[in-house]
C-alpha cells in the first residue's frame, strides 16, 4: 500500500512515504519542496532493510515526528524525526524499543 501524501502545516512541503509490500519501493521516505512547479525533490531515504514508517506529528514545516516498524530477526520500533536545516533535511533516529510479537 502506498500512503497518501501530506501537506506540511503551511503547505510548503509534501512528504510521501512509500509503504508498497507489492514491489520494490523507488523511496521508502521522500519530501518535495511545493515552492517550485513542479515541486523539486529535497529528501530521499531508501532503507537498507525493511521498514515502514508513519508520520505522528507535523507541527511545523521543517520538523516531522516519525515512528517506523524495522523488520529483520529482531523487529522493533523506532522512533525518529525529520528535520531541515540551512544545508536540507535529515532524519534523526531516536529511541528503539521492542516489537510485541
Not at 501537506?7 to 510548503?12: A, E, Q, R, V, Y
Not at 507489492?22 to 521522500?30: E, F, H
Not at 523506532?78 to 544545508?87: C, G, K, P
Request: aromatic fraction near 12%; include cysteine; proline fraction near 6%.
Amino acid at each position: 500500500m502506498y500512503s497518501i501524501p501530506v501537506l506540511s502545516p503551511n503547505g510548503k512541503y509534501l512528504l510521501s512515504i512509500d509503504q508498497s509490500d507489492a514491489c520494490d519501493r523507488k523511496y521508502d521516505i521522500a519530501i518535495w519542496s511545493m515552492l517550485t512547479d513542479p515541486p523539486k525533490l529535497e529528501f530521499k531515504y531508501n532503507a537498507k532493510q525493511y521498514e515502514n514508517w508513519e508520520v505522528t506529528a507535523w507541527e511545523n514545516d521543517p520538523q516531522i515526528k516519525l515512528k517506523g516498524f524495522i523488520g529483520g530477526e529482531a523487529s522493533y520500533d523506532q522512533e525518529a524525526e525529520l528535520v531541515r536545516s540551512e544545508s536540507g533535511w535529515a532524519l534523526q533516529l531516536g529511541r528503539k524499543t521492542a516489537h510485541p510479537r
